[in-house]
């Protein structure tokens, strides 16, 4: 294959990847996405989102067999007066809708219209907005039963527990998520060069990583603990097994099991993107 045909189908393979991405998250800009009115030259009352107090941000018809005409908001607008035409809203649409919509304010002078983002409190979009959006809508992000608030307050560095989350919702940059993303002339894993690189592969079947976990962590073999997930990954470090330390000491166990998967994922991006040479004996000494 060319450069040229293979620098051709790379950017459309982007290009589908991207509309996928967008197309992933429209339900929740449909749910904060509303038309602040203006002049209402541009917003379809039927069709588009502009009344901030009812479903959908969309009105519903007076009388629910009445056929939806071509409406323009402007044609709602007394213009003369700056105000709502009244009897023309209270006659076409149900009560609740009329109210919403006679609540709007007109400005005093028009302006054209804006589409804002209503969860944020200056109709500004933003990413933390949007995230917490998605919180909030039981049809977009995947349930979890991670208990998540133990993990927050696990007693180790905040870039581990970065770490630890980004495990548990499958958010890592491991070869088989890039490869879900965009096309990646290389999936084997950066350690052993052999399997697909998956995160329960890198952290717990690579040679590589059985061998710190059972170098530093008191013998552990995460293969009998039937991790099958990254969840059940992380469900092992926040509940793990005893170890032959003292009771006052059982902290210490996630806050070991933390390092070692930090030091795995180092070890990765340092093979991966330095070309380093994989030191066993240092990476258990930086462990300890």
């Known amino acids: 294959m060319s450069p040229f045909i293979l620098m051709r189908y790379s950017a459309i393979l982007l290009l589908r990847q991207n509309i996928s991405a967008i197309e992933g998250v ?13 002049n209402g030259s541009s917003i379809n009352v039927w069709k588009d989102p502009w009344i901030p107090w009812v479903d959908n941000f969309k009105p519903k018809p007076k009388h629910i067999d009445a056929p939806l005409t071509h409406l323009m908001v402007s044609q709602l607008i007394d213009h003369a007066q700056h105000q709502w035409n009244t009897s023309l809203v209270q006659d076409t649409f149900d009560q609740q809708s009329a109210q919403a919509i006679l609540n709007i304010h007109i400005p005093l002078r028009f302006r054209p219209d804006k589409l804002i ?39 180790a560095p905040e870039r581990m527990k970065m770490l630890l989350w980004r495990i548990g919702t499958t958010t890592l940059p491991t070869k088989k998520n890039l490869c879900q993303r965009m096309l990646i002339q290389d999936s084997c894993c950066a ?35 039937s991790i099958q997930s990254p969840e059940s990954l992380i469900k092992l470090i926040l509940d793990p097994p005893k170890a032959p330390c003292p009771e006052e000491d059982q902290w210490l166990i996630p806050l070991n099991m933390a390092f070692i998967l930090d030091e795995i994922w180092f070890l990765r991006n340092q093979s991966l993107h330095k070309g380093s040479q994989i030191d066993m004996q240092a990476a258990i000494t930086n462990i300890q």
């Open 117 to 155: 983002w209503t969860p944020n409190n200056k109709g500004n979009f933003t990413v933390k907005s949007a995230y917490w959006s998605a919180l909030d809508s039981d049809n977009y992000l995947p349930q979890s039963n991670l208990p998540w608030k133990r993990l927050w307050n696990l007693k």
């Open 191 to 225: 350690l052993c060069k052999h399997e697909l690189e998956s995160p329960i592969h890198l952290f717990i079947e690579c040679p590589i990583a059985k061998a710190l976990w059972l170098s530093c962590c008191w013998g552990l073999k995460p293969e009998e603990h």
């Open 26 to 38: 429209k339900p929740i800009i449909i749910k904060g996405a509303c038309y602040a009115v203006g």
